[in-house]
């Protein structure tokens, strides 16, 4: 159930968190606003959210070293905003776990509509009693995909954090193996868009991936890129 859930809205700028904070109250979230990293830390002590809102720009400790220091503790949906950040400031937040992004002042309607999205794929599908089975289970290399419980464990039934993006890219490769996935179509499927960082940001995500599944991420065999036209999962790293 989505409504209910706690959202930890940080921002340092008391009017920007407060608004967020109201307009999610509105729509039947639970909210805590923090100031910074600080009060955020404080804050994940207490409870476990669902989704953190997290101010990119921000003086002191900012966004992005608040997000890698969040990531390291918890695995937790993040969507950053953002009003001056540059490409190269998304992409590194995208490399540090974040699951989207939106440029400040936000438009309070689309960040509700993708904060239920990120909820939405956080939450395992219910299966009825008996059902699934090895169907649910998908390998990428070292690594086996439970699709119905939304974990990647290893061979010692360790489990490995996975963001929401990762998880939902994750899951459109082992419902498409052996097929070309354009850029476009991985977005799409994955509800994964951040439309000021089109392509790289499905190169970084991809990239982030193959450091947990590849035995060798520069030489994938599990998610093989396709020149000129994107990228294509190859169950157990078969050739041909």
Known sequence: MIAGQLVIVVDDEAAARDMVGDYLKMHGFRVMLCDGGAALRQAIEAERPAVVVLDLNMPGEDGLTILRD????LSVPVIMLTATASPDDRIAGLDLGADDYLAKPCELRELLARIRA????AVAP???AGAGGTRDLVRFGTKILDLGAHV?????GI???LTTS???LLKAFAENPRRVLSRDRLLDLA???DPEAFDRAIDVRITRIRRKIEPDADAPAYIRTVRGAGYMFMPEGETG
């Not at 969040?70 to 503790?73: N, P, S, V």
């Not at 990647?152 to 010692?156: F, N, T, V």
Request: aromatic residues 4%.
């Open 159 to 161: 489990d490995h954090p």
């Open 70 to 73: 969040l990531k390291q503790r």
């Open 152 to 156: 990647l464990r290893d061979e010692m």
């Open 191 to 193: 509800g994964a868009r």
């Open 126 to 128: 219910a299966r009825p």
């Open 118 to 121: 990120l909820l939405r794929r």
């Open 166 to 168: 990762e998880f939902s």
